[in-house]
């Protein structure tokens, strides 16, 4: 059974130009990641900061959390596919645990935000 990973993705929307963006993160890195609660085998969680740049390429800026699932979740970012426009900053919190009941997982939903460039968080 393939798991499910629930992604929250926590980042504001730009007053200007169109953003650099990964628009199918939570595809791309639950895909990627689907493996790696069954390797480690216990539930955790991983925040991780990164920034698109103009180009769309992603750079890891901070990584904290379980320290088991680091190194899937550093080597997961190296593989995201994003689209060029304005540089953003975004932050994920990533938990790995087993797939919610379809009745949790229908009443869940992911807040997305983006941080202008510049801006540092709190």
């Known amino acids: ?3 499910i990973l629930p992604l929250l993705l926590l980042a504001a929307a730009p007053a200007f ?3 650099a963006a990964c628009p199918d993160v939570n595809e791309q890195l639950s895909e ?3 493996s790696a ?3 480690v085998g216990f539930d955790g969680e991983v925040r991780v900061e990164f920034e698109v740049d103009a180009e769309g390429r992603a750079t890891l800026l901070a990584l904290d959390g379980s320290r088991q699932y680091r190194s899937p ?3 997961a970012m ?3 596919e994003c689209q060029r426009g304005t540089p953003q900053r975004y932050v994920l919190n990533i938990r790995f645990a087993d797939p919610a009941p379809r009745a949790v997982a229908a009443a869940a939903s992911a807040t997305l935000a983006q941080a202008k460039p510049g801006d540092t968080p709190r």
Do not use: F, G
């Open 32 to 34: 990627y990641l689907a």
């Open 78 to 80: 190296s593989t995201l």
């Open 17 to 19: 130009a169109a953003p």
């Open 37 to 39: 609660k069954q390797r």
């Open 73 to 75: 979740v550093r080597i």
């Open 1 to 3: 059974m393939k798991a």
